[in-house]
């Protein structure tokens, strides 16, 4: 199940990896955190990250870390500070500031990586993180509370 849940990750971004920074990856990684707990998470997320990073050319000892880091930094939330939470609408935020998170942290290893003034980056990078905050928001504010019950039931009916 862990490796069919790191497999959609992977694929719905090669789908959506076209449309820049539009995909479904925080809501996803919000889905199995909320599932899964955070140890179950964190291998799904490896598991992506690699995949990603092989597939992509950047297994890099400098991008890779900061790309799991930054997409680890949600379940860790959601599996502690907020783990009694369970209504859309405060996850659909919480998932904005994990986007955003993710940015953040990506900013110093990208503008390192390609040579490019930082302040430069980061005001270039401002669109681009509004359309992922976007595409964090609104999944999880419509789908979130339907995909969980599904997610649940098919994570319990493998377990037993």
């Known amino acids: 199940m862990m490796a069919a849940m790191a497999a959609i990750l992977f694929l719905q971004k090669e789908i959506l990896a076209g449309i820049p920074n539009v995909q ?3 809501f996803l990684i919000l889905l199995y955190a909320k599932c899964t707990g955070l140890w179950r998470t964190g291998i799904i997320v490896t ?3 690699l995949l990603d990073s092989v597939f992509w050319g950047s297994l890099n000892p400098i991008f890779t870390p900061a790309q799991w880091i930054g997409w680890m930094l949600g ?3 959601l599996c502690t500070l907020l783990k009694k939470v369970e209504d859309s609408i405060p996850l659909a935020f919480a998932n904005v500031f994990f986007a955003f998170l993710y940015c953040w942290v990506m900013i110093i290893p990208t503008a390192w990586l390609i040579h490019v ?3 430069k980056y980061i005001l270039a990078d401002i669109p681009f993180e509004i359309i992922l905050a976007v595409s964090a928001f609104l999944p999880t ?3 979130y509370e339907p995909m969980i019950r ?3 039931r098919l994570w319990n009916g ?3």
Do not use: A, E
């Open 117 to 119: 003034d930082i302040r």
């Open 158 to 160: 493998n377990m037993q």
């Open 150 to 152: 599904i997610l649940r």
């Open 75 to 77: 379940p860790l939330i």
């Open 47 to 49: 598991v992506y990250v």
């Open 141 to 143: 504010l419509l789908l």
């Open 24 to 26: 479904l990856v925080s």
